[in-house]
């Protein structure tokens, strides 16, 4: 059975049968394929088939935006928002949608009612992006945790947890996203030294004598190693705290989140192995280890009766 049967065949199970929103489905799949090969894999073999494509079109929604908010000036980047917001916003009030993606996001948000609640805090919240250029302090980072991360991640989150959320699962959300944003700026240091907006707390930095003005000549001052080791053990640390999520959550979401924690702790560890060598090109978790996560996941979604 080949990949494209398979997706067919998902689509199916998830009530996507008109031609045309197949066919907007298959845009969302491409969408986040592109953007995340191991996480979509992971997403296609743990997920039961009536699931995936709604998963698959929360986190295309969710792409889409980064991309929106992340391309072009910043004259650009605020009239390309505001113009999605809108489409969005109307769509959700009116049932009507005229885009591919978020045709995909109102049939997900029938099915999953819950969404709606999450799509709007996404777009109420996701304008701060626009306005980073770095943080001061670690309370800065922790305010962009709340404000654009944790909110962007409960797009795909609140398909996977429970019915009825007392805050302890959103909590456990936060501390994933809290060490994944985390891992990511500290991945992500070549590519956002570039652009001119590192996401390190500048009184981190300078605790560990790093200056932007170093990093974007390309120097490697003594205390990057440093600064590498501090952002990844603490990423880390937030990511082993963020595996009692799975005690609150039922397969196949369980599965699925705890093979997304386990690729991101590969990932620690090979951005702490390449050092100060991420000041020119990111980490990637080993293959052989990425494929053993995924095949030990599959295992345990079989053996639960997936």
């Given at each position: 059975m080949t990949k494209l049967s398979t997706w067919k065949r998902s689509l199916t199970a998830a009530g996507v049968r008109e031609p045309e929103l197949r066919n907007d489905y298959d845009d969302g799949r491409r969408l986040v394929a592109r953007f995340r090969r191991s996480s979509y894999l992971a997403a296609r073999l743990l997920l039961p088939p009536s699931v995936l494509p709604h998963v698959v079109a929360a986190t295309a929604v969710m792409h889409h935006g980064d991309n929106l908010l992340d391309t072009g000036s910043k004259?650009?980047?605020?009239?390309?928002?505001?113009?999605?917001?809108?489409?969005?916003?109307?769509?959700?009030?009116?049932?009507?949608?005229?885009?591919?993606?978020?045709?995909?996001?109102?049939?997900?948000v029938a099915a999953y009612p819950r969404l709606r609640g999450a799509v709007e805090e996404y777009l109420s919240t996701a304008g701060a992006e626009l306005d980073f250029t770095g943080f001061v302090s670690e309370a800065d980072y922790q305010a962009y945790v709340d404000a654009y991360s944790l909110p962007a991640f409960m797009l795909v989150a609140v398909l996977l947890g429970p019915d009825d959320d007392d805050g302890g699962y959103r909590a456990m959300c936060r501390t994933l996203m809290e060490g994944s944003q985390r891992l990511d700026f500290v991945n992500d240091l070549a590519e956002d030294v570039a652009e001119g907006r590192v996401g390190i707390p500048a009184q981190t930095l300078a605790r560990c004598s790093v200056t932007v003005a170093d990093l974007a000549v390309g120097h490697e001052p003594p205390g990057l190693v440093l600064l590498v080791e501090h952002e990844v053990r603490a990423a880390r640390a937030a990511l082993e705290g963020a595996q009692e999520l799975l005690t609150q959550v039922s397969a196949?979401?369980?599965?699925?989140?705890?093979?997304?924690?386990?690729?991101?702790?590969?990932?620690?560890?090979?951005?702490?192995?390449?050092?100060?060598?991420?000041?020119?090109g990111?980490?990637?978790?080993?293959?052989?280890?990425?494929?053993?996560?995924l095949r030990n996941a599959r295992r345990r979604a079989r053996s639960a009766g997936r």
């Open positions: 004259p650009q980047r605020v009239a390309a928002w505001a113009s999605w917001e809108q489409h969005v916003r109307k769509a959700l009030d009116t049932g009507v949608a005229d885009e591919p993606l978020i045709r995909t996001l109102l049939h997900t196949p979401g369980r599965t699925l989140l705890n093979a997304f924690i386990e690729i991101e702790l590969l990932t620690a560890d090979a951005a702490l192995a390449r050092g100060a060598g991420l000041l020119h990111s980490a990637s978790p080993p293959l052989p280890g990425t494929l053993r996560v």
